[in-house]
């Protein structure tokens, strides 16, 4: 077998993937699952909280606030693309909102947000929603 025709076969396979994540996942969820945004952790955050889900995936949120809003928030996860394109997903819907906005958020609006997810995946949603809930509630005590 040659370079080429091994180049060929993993372009066929990677169309594959392809068409089946397109064929599973809305397009906002293939974005967001590739194209993440607010990931990461702030350093010094007012709130924060991480969760392990029942399959085992940890989702976590850090955010700064003033006069009650969102200033700045990032997720951290080390689940499935599904799992990213929730937290993905829930600090784009709460960024600049405020703290009572955001609590309000439930699985169901995340999972609106994103055109929807296979049955096998909708806990990632409930993941995202319990885990920016909790962040919220979770006052980060500062040093003096
Ligand atoms: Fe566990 Fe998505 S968060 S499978």
Do not use: W
């Amino acid at each position: 077998m040659t370079g080429s025709d091994l180049d060929g076969i993993v372009d066929d396979i990677e169309k594959r993937i392809r068409k089946d994540e397109e064929r599973r996942f809305s397009e906002i969820v293939i974005r967001e699952a590739r194209n993440p945004q607010n990931m990461g952790r702030i350093e010094d955050p007012d709130r924060q909280a991480m969760i392990m889900g029942p399959c085992g995936d940890t989702m976590e949120f850090s955010l700064r606030t003033r006069d009650g809003r969102i200033e700045d928030i990032r997720f951290m996860t080390d689940g499935c693309g599904s799992s990213i394109a929730c937290g993905s997903i829930a600090t784009r819907m709460v960024l600049g909102k405020s703290l009572e906005y955001a609590s309000d958020i439930t699985a169901r609006d995340i999972l609106d947000e994103l055109g929807g997810l296979p049955e096998e995946n909708r806990h990632c949603a409930k993941l995202a929603a319990d885990t920016l809930s909790k962040a919220i509630r979770n006052l980060t005590v500062k040093e003096p």
